[in-house]
């Protein structure tokens, strides 16, 4: 399938890419937005891209390659951005991109385990080399923490009664695989019309084993630091819980003056082109 980064006439639009600029694209994924933007910031401009996925890197790597020194890549975390920033001279940035979605490429390898509709290790991370998994967090932790993960990250409705579920269910077996876990939601939760009853579930335990919000409120503040005066900072999240913390982070920090008023969406078209995209929302600060 063809990778189609979300938002990307938007992203564009609203960074102003030109000649000499530096830019720092910190969830660089398959590479998509970076090519674009990196064509525009030629002859002397230069991206840093970082990502945790070692796939999604290696991916962007080929993507970029003929691009030469002016890309520098980095296996990472995004709230890492000012160590990687500092060691490769990108001090301070013009422009930073985080598109806070998890790639397609994640849902449609069952290995990988993000995904209720195959067969697959209950893993999801992004990062293969932590410790921490999906399975160990379903087989592991107490019936409190489970319903606060299911609550908080999910806003399921019925986070105690799954949790229940689930801690009776694996002290018989314990759960190993994506379907499995996906039936005893659905067993539990039968009236969810067009939505699978385990989406927002799954939607948890994701955010939960890659610390998501956790690495976003670290992030921010270092991104803002980073940034030249007139500098922008673009960050494309997916759903409300995300987009809540960068509002009132854009909103209130004093460095910062609001460019998007509203979340940026994307258009029917974009839409129809790729579904994916329907959910997406982009917000842009600018560093006064």
Same mark, same amino acid.
């Given at each position: 399938m063809e #990778? +189609?980064? @979300? %938002? =990307?006439?938007?992203?564009s639009e609203y960074l102003k890419p030109e000649p000499n600029h530096l830019f720092i694209d910190g969830t660089v994924g398959l590479g998509g937005h970076a090519q674009v933007l990196l064509q525009r910031v030629l002859p002397g401009g230069r991206l840093l891209g970082i990502d945790r996925d070692a796939d999604n890197l290696e991916t962007a790597r080929k993507r970029l390659s003929g691009f030469g020194d002016h890309v520098v890549l980095v296996r990472d975390t995004y709230a890492n951005i000012k160590t990687h920033a500092y060691d490769h001279q990108f001090n301070p940035v013009d422009s930073i991109l985080l598109d806070l979605g998890f790639s397609s490429v994640h849902v449609d390898d069952a290995e990988r385990g993000f995904s209720f509709r195959k067969a697959g290790p209950l893993d999801m991370r992004y990062d293969r080399s932590q410790p921490l998994t999906a399975q160990q967090i379903v087989n592991e932790w107490s019936e409190d923490d489970l319903a606060r993960i /299911?609550?908080?990250y999910g806003e399921e409705r019925f986070a105690r009664q799954i949790a229940e579920a689930i801690v009776t269910a694996r002290a018989q077996t !314990? /759960? &190993?695989? &994506?379907?499995? %876990?996906a039936a005893l939601v659905a067993r539990i939760l039968r009236?969810?019309? +067009? &939505? #699978?009853?385990?989406t927002k579930i799954f939607q948890a335990l994701r955010i939960a084993v890659n610390d998501e919000f956790g690495e976003l409120e670290r992030a921010l503040p270092e991104c803002v630091n980073l940034l030249r005066s007139g500098g922008r900072l673009a960050i494309i999240s997916f759903h409300s819980l995300e987009d809540r913390i960068i509002k009132q982070f854009f909103k209130? #920090? !004093?460095? =910062? +003056? @609001?460019v998007t008023k509203r979340p940026v969406t994307a258009s029917q078209e974009e839409v129809k082109e790729n579904p994916r995209a329907r959910s997406a929302k982009l917000r842009v600060a600018e560093k006064i």
């Open positions: #990778h +189609k980064p @979300v %938002l =990307l006439n938007e992203v /299911f609550r908080q !314990p /759960f &190993t695989s &994506t379907t499995e %876990l009236h969810r019309g +067009k &939505t #699978h009853p385990a209130t #920090h !004093p460095a =910062l +003056k @609001v």
